[in-house]
């Protein structure tokens, strides 16, 4: 049967029905099934295996194209895993907030060690069947846009790629006008009775935040208190592993595109590596590094 067009259904089972089941099979696996294999309806990896279409023979290309839609993966991992974290930090459940943010920090590990997959190509290798690519460039990533957005890294033009494309353009737009996890960290710490001033709350949420001196003296005060139940503490440490990570996957990614393409143009019309190099100057949850300076 075509997993793209099965209907079937994940039954659930309890751990008695388990237990029955491997007494009966004798304590063999489970080898015949009256539709498609529960796991494959569950995890439709018959649908994942059949979206690896190359444009080249190039043995090499499988490879790219596999790893970056890994990464396409990982971006709405960590996507889910931050606006779980924003959900909770709206509630002002800090010690709740830490699961998805700690989850968030191994998927960016995830992310970092994918470019390792890569790491055999060449400018030369890539050069078989770049040509093929067009004007195709990880640039026009709706998924990493979100997960900028989402880190407060805001960039209105950015969303022009997407106009053609309605629902993912709408969804970018909504990212880009609501609340990053850094503006969900500031409210909080004005719930939590910090000096955090009232324009500085009611600014425009589609313009980046700059750094301010109130945020920064808020998570100054913050790591005074170094005592165990100081979930503040515990929220600002997060954090920085969540920014320390994203900069380690960008950094990656800028000497992987040193690695194959040096510092041609990119596909996407971009001068490609400067390009790179610029938006790394960019700092997720600034104050929570320059505050370091004051404690």
């Not at 191994?106 to 190509?121: C, E, P, T, Y």
């Amino acid at each position: 049967m075509d997993a793209k067009t099965s209907t079937t259904v994940v039954r659930p089972a309890t751990a008695l029905e388990r237990d029955e089941r491997a007494a009966v099979n004798g304590g063999e696996p489970t080898l015949e099934f009256a539709d498609q294999t529960p796991y494959d309806a569950y995890v439709h990896a018959s649908t994942l295996h059949s979206l690896q279409q190359t444009l080249s023979k190039d043995p090499g290309e499988m490879s790219f194209l596999m790893i970056s839609q890994v990464m396409e993966l990982y971006f709405g991992l960590v996507r889910f895993e931050l606006r779980e974290a924003q959900r909770l930090l709206g509630e002002d459940d800090v010690w709740g907030a830490l699961a998805p943010l700690r989850r968030t920090v191994l998927h960016l590990d995830g992310l970092i060690a994918a470019w390792q997959a890569l790491h055999w190509m060449t400018p030369a290798d890539f050069n078989r069947f770049r040509n093929l690519l067009g004007e195709g460039s990880g640039f026009q990533s709706a998924m990493y846009r979100h997960l900028e957005f989402l880190l407060g890294l805001k960039t209105a033009s950015l969303v022009r790629p997407h106009r053609r494309q309605d629902d993912v353009y709408h969804d970018l737009l909504a990212s880009l006008n609501g609340a990053s996890v850094w503006d969900d960290v500031i409210a909080l710490l004005a719930r939590q009775g910090f000096g955090i001033p009232a324009d500085l709350l009611a600014r425009d949420l589609a313009e980046e935040h700059q750094p301010h001196p109130a945020v920064e003296a808020a998570w100054v005060e913050v790591y005074r208190d170094d005592s165990p139940d100081n979930h503040l503490r515990q929220l600002g440490e997060a954090l920085t592993e969540v920014s320390e990570r994203f900069d380690e996957w960008r950094h990656r990614h800028l000497r992987a595109v040193a690695r194959t393409m040096g510092a041609k143009v990119g596909s996407g019309g971009s001068n490609g590596y400067a390009w790179l190099q610029r938006s790394m100057s960019r700092t997720v949850f600034p104050e929570l590094w320059s505050a370091r300076t004051l404690m």
